[in-house]
């Protein structure tokens, strides 16, 4: 290769930068912070952007003038993939879907691909064979003659075949995979990365052609460990989920055509990824009788409203130390509830192991779950169980009061259409209801100990 870009080596922890590798920052001591990037690419470096017959002279244009056309979005039959980017797939955005190997993004993306028979997809997979993606399509049953695949991993070679076949959509899984002749960099190297993400991202631009880049997350839960990666695209989308349990989440963590507090959820099954269009079913588990340590709040996952389980068991420490355990919830915060339970209630966790657990693997940073922690964590403690049919919504505050929470209403319709028959909420949300409008029982409290009253004694 004649034509080599220039690039230089820059600590990712003060942009320091260097002409050579460094293994410790002269400047700021970080150890392993050096990574080779691009400054200045090749003057003939040949792209998919060169076959075009003219550039777009980009001057100042009068606001007017422009056209916000929101008729540019694709709406695919997934419900969860459209309400997750916004009301469908918008023209020319490059889409970054990242997660843990084995959490499904190759399976969400080829349903995708095979459920789009209206529009030529290209479908570029550099983690598996033709025959491996075949096998999947084959598991997935879809069949759809506009679908090609491309094991392709040479960026320039793939631009030729984009070229010849004039794709209306593509898939890239993933973008470690890429590699780019420009960089003198391994495939899945920030250099790269970052290189064949911007050719994408000006080829997405250029043609109006949406792009999906997969990505993988590494053990820190950064999308390839660039964070650039996160700038470069229009919308990010993180699909997680327990691998212990068969639904999956995906959220939108970034969106430039749409809210970023939405999630999509999914279950795994044998054939493919099912929508799940009623979330709350599927995260409270059947019960017979009550159980001690177990209660429903009604949370708000981004715009939607759901019920889900919280499962607490408070037992004598046996080892010194009192153990504390969270899972799918913010462990200061289960500190701060107990600490509240304690100094205002009298009830003496600090020598007890506590165990808690939203069930279905599901992480929740809805402060209306409060509520439903701090009654799991009483009827652990005392040994009573909750009724069955019950819920709660508030936020606790360090005095033990009960704070209002946004979106009451839809919350206690939720609880309500899943056949709840009492919902326990702040009084401050009460003011602004009224207990006719609803076939659920509203209950307010004011403080914690109210509601302690009424259900542990
Ligand atoms: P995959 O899409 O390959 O994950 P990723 O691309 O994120 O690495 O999904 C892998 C897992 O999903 C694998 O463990 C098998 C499972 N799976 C199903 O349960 N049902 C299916 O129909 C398919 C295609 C995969
Ligand atoms: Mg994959």
Redesign the pocket.
């Known amino acids: 290769m004649a034509n080599k870009a220039k690039t230089a080596f820059f600590c990712r922890n003060c942009g320091f930068e260097s002409s050579k590798w460094l293994g410790k920052c002269p400047s700021c001591n970080e150890w392993n912070t050096f990574t080779e990037e691009v400054i200045e690419r090749p003057k003939d470096a040949a792209s998919w952007k060169d076959s075009k017959p003219e550039k777009r002279i980009s001057g100042p244009v009068q606001l007017s003038e422009i056209t916000a056309s929101d008729t540019g979005r694709l709406v695919t039959g997934d419900l969860e993939l459209n309400r997750t980017l916004g009301g469908g797939i918008v023209a020319g955005s490059l889409v970054l879907i990242g997660g843990e ?1 084995g959490i499904g ?2 399976t969400l993306l080829l349903q995708l691909a095979l459920e789009l028979k209206q529009i030529k997809v290209l479908y570029v997979s550099g ?2 064979s033709e025959q491996q993606i075949k096998m999947r399509a084959d598991r997935l049953k879809g069949n759809n003659q506009g679908l090609y695949i491309s094991t392709e991993v040479a960026i320039s070679k793939l631009f030729m075949q984009i070229k010849q076949l004039q794709p209306e959509m593509v898939v890239i ?2 973008i470690q995979t890429l590699v780019s002749d420009f960089v003198d960099a391994t495939a899945g190297s920030i250099a790269q990365i970052k290189e064949c993400a911007g050719q994408l991202q000006r080829f997405a631009k250029e043609t109006n052609v949406p792009v999906f880049i ?1 990505g993988h997350i590494n053990k820190e839960g950064y999308i390839a460990g660039p964070k650039i990666l996160e700038h470069m695209v229009d919308t990010v989308l993180q699909f997680e989920g327990d691998r212990n349990y068969t639904h999956r989440i995906l959220r939108t963590i970034k969106n430039r055509f749409g809210s970023t507090s939405e999630i999509g959820i999914y279950k795994m099954e044998g054939d493919g990824l099912q929508q799940v269009n009623n979330p709350s079913e599927l995260l409270i588990t059947e019960k017979e009788e009550p159980l001690s340590g177990v209660a429903v709040a009604a949370t708000m996952e981004g715009m939607r409203p759901m019920l889900i389980e919280v499962q607490a068991l408070v037992s004598p420490a046996v080892y010194g130390n009192p153990q504390r355990t969270a899972t799918g919830f913010d462990l200061r915060r289960l500190n701060m509830l107990l600490a509240v339970l304690e100094k205002r209630g009298g009830f003496a966790y600090g020598n007890k192991d506590v165990f808690l657990n939203i069930a279905g693997g599901l992480r929740v940073e809805d402060p209306a779950i409060d509520l439903s922690i701090a009654c799991a964590l009483l009827s652990s403690l005392t040994d009573m169980a909750l009724p069955l049919n019950m819920c709660f919504a508030a936020e606790i505050g360090l005095s033990g009061e009960l704070r209002g929470v946004a979106r009451i209403e839809q919350r206690i319709t939720e609880a309500e259409k899943l056949g709840f028959d009492r919902i326990y909420i702040a009084k401050h949300n009460m003011k602004s209801l009224k207990q006719n409008k609803y076939n659920i029982e509203l209950r307010a409290a004011g403080k914690l100990e109210e509601v302690y009253g009424q259900l542990f004694v």
């Open positions: 190997p993004k190759s983690e598996e899984d993933s997969i």
